[in-house]
């Protein structure tokens, strides 16, 4: 298969995984099987969602280099975007259906409660750089564009942090996700020549 | 808090045509009416005297009740299918789907501690000195949602009478089953089981807490706790500890579960207090749920939380020179 085909098959993929979960919400919700606690539910899911997807953001670069299919590089950007974009949801939920945009209780959780704030920094942090992932920005950035997408790594461990504290008392999942993240972030700063040859190809 | 007597009350909401009541004997009742409604709620009358009689099926139009304060009461099916129960698993929709096989009997209770007559159970050597009522209570969770409920059951003092506790108790300690091959959620430590709860010997005493053995006129269902729960209805629903196996009488103040489990967020007192607030959420407001928590597109019922849930009244005065921010 040529790469060109490649590319395409891949990029379909992604925007079917992407687009999947949103219409697995949208069909439970449409069937009232959103169970008893409809909120939550929606809420909690679209968490996961926007964790799991920005994980296998992070997976791709450890991913490219083990295996060396570099052809994962060209989703990269779409993977990271869809996560963006369940965390957006994720946060409108919380404002419209959580909080039904009582403005005065949104303001206490963002500023005082520790879970709301740094789930609160985790989009904002987001937002530069899901502005910044065209490849006209690449450009403009140069070498401080890979500088500034390094925040990636910080907006999940901020997300890590809130669904740890966001847990009443189960914390498996949430410990589960940051082994992970720590696995990843472990291959992504550990094999120093394997990272300058690869990058020398992009 | 309104002390419905009869002539109060419409006709038309009392007995609506599916209820099967005879109408004189109902009034004939006032007086059981009237001071059963001291303690508390709205009450119905003593279940067992007024509706059940020979060979009839009782049956009531929940949706036609109001508590004192004249709210809407949940449905039957939002009360049971509903619930915190992490015996059962932590999702408010496993306790209903993993308690089915669940059997509540035979059931023994253990009174313990401090107290003249001390001794185990039979769950229905347990009951039978009492006699059941009906009481609608809100039930609110520390969560910040909450319901209204028809409970049946009958007074904790019933019991503690009988158990005569002795000058050395102060206050009462309450466990859960222990029981992983029955109670699935127990096989991972999410709380460190068995589950505890406790009151103050006073609040133990009071009029309005009761051991429910029912609601909505029928048997709780295994995933509400069957088949004896603690309810408090000034306390947040944590303290509403189910499947009770023992009761001990103790001198010192007891260690209840979730206290243990995360100290800052859950304390003994456990008071209804909107002045209070969670580490991580606020307890000014709390989502009265309804149809539409469960409807089409869920929707969050935000209404201003009352102190003491709506009981301070009646409650209040045992809390006098206590700083319930530090006993939270």
Known sequence: ?202 | MLIRKPNDIPSSEITPESVYVDRRRFIADATKLTVAGAAGGVLLGQGRDLFAQEGQVQQVDWSQMRSELGEELNSYEQATTYNNYYEFGTGKGDPVRRAQDFEPRPWSIAVEGACANPGTFDLEDFIRPSTMEDRIYRLRCVEAWSMVIPWRGFPLKDVIDRAAPTGNAKFVEFTTLYDPDRMPGQRRNVLRWPYVEGLRLDEATHPLTILATGLYGRDLPNQNGAPLRLIIPWKYGFKGIKGIVKMRFTERIPRNSWAIATPHEYGFYANVNPEVDHPRWSQAREDRLSAASFGFIPRRNWIPTRMFNGYGDQVAHMYDGMDLRTNF
């Open chain 1, 1 to 202: 298969m040529n790469r060109k085909r490649q590319v395409l098959l891949l990029k379909l993929a992604t925007w079917v995984l992407g687009l999947g979960p949103l219409s697995w919400l949208v069909w439970l919700t449409l069937t009232r099987q959103l169970g008893v606690d409809g909120v939550d539910t929606l809420l909690h899911k679209m968490g996961d969602f926007a964790l799991i997807i920005l994980l296998t953001g992070l997976a791709i670069t450890p991913l490219r280099r083990l295996t060396g299919w570099n052809v994962l590089i060209r989703i990269q950007r779409l993977v990271g975007l869809f996560g963006f974009f369940y965390l957006t949801l994720h946060f409108l939920t919380y404002l419209v259906l959580d909080q039904t945009l009582d403005w005065e209780f949104i303001l206490e959780d963002l500023t005082k409660r520790p879970y709301a704030v740094v789930g609160f920094a985790a989009w904002l942090l987001l937002i530069p750089l899901a502005v910044t992932s065209t490849r006209g920005w690449v450009r403009r950035l140069g070498k401080r564009w890979q500088k500034l997408h390094r925040l990636v790594y910080v907006a999940v461990a901020l997300g890590l942090l809130h669904f740890y504290w966001q847990v009443k008392a189960d914390t498996l999942w949430p410990l589960v996700a940051a082994t992970v993240y720590v696995v990843l972030l472990t291959l992504r700063v550990l094999p120093r020549t394997a990272s300058n040859r690869l990058q020398g190809e992009q």
